[in-house]
């Protein structure tokens, strides 16, 4: 059987009954969020006179995790993984990059990456493709916070001198 582990403080091994339930649960919660219409269009804007510029900070990354939770797929997929998140973090800190973009290409990377995994084996495959599902409906969905907070660490909110 295979598992992987999800750490949060202490590892625990998940088997793939125990990954599917997750994946239904969190499911379920993204529905509901959208039902009842939690979260609104996810963007950071300025006050009215002011403008966005880049901070010149680096965006935080933690690979596929978020606030002390992560995921750690085992050896075959975790290096590949851990650098399409940490390029998702940064796409999410980029000054004016739109959460919807940043989603759209972490969800490509990943899901290319899986497909190079099909040639190696058919139940590393499915592995990948179920991490890669989770992995892209929390982002798309439950991650407008994170977004939020990359993009005014990485932007500046300056008074915009030709609104004068």
Known sequence: MSSFLISLGRTTILSEHMLKRTMLLA????????VTSLHGACEFTCPRDHR?????RKSEVNGCGVQGMSV????DLTPTFT???NEHDRCYGRC????????????????????TQRKRSTDLYQKCQGIVALHTTGVGTLWCSFYLDAQKQGCICEHDRSML
């Not at 499911?27 to 959208?34: D, M, N, P, Y």
């Not at 966005?52 to 010149?56: E, H, L, T, V």
């Open 27 to 34: 499911s379920l919660l993204i529905f509901l969020a959208t």
């Open 52 to 56: 966005k510029i880049p901070s010149g």
């Open 72 to 75: 750690n797929v085992g050896p």
């Open 83 to 85: 650098e399409i998140c």
């Open 96 to 115: 004016g990059a739109s959460k919807e973009q940043c989603d759209r290409e972490f969800s490509r990377g990943m899901n290319e990456y899986c497909e």
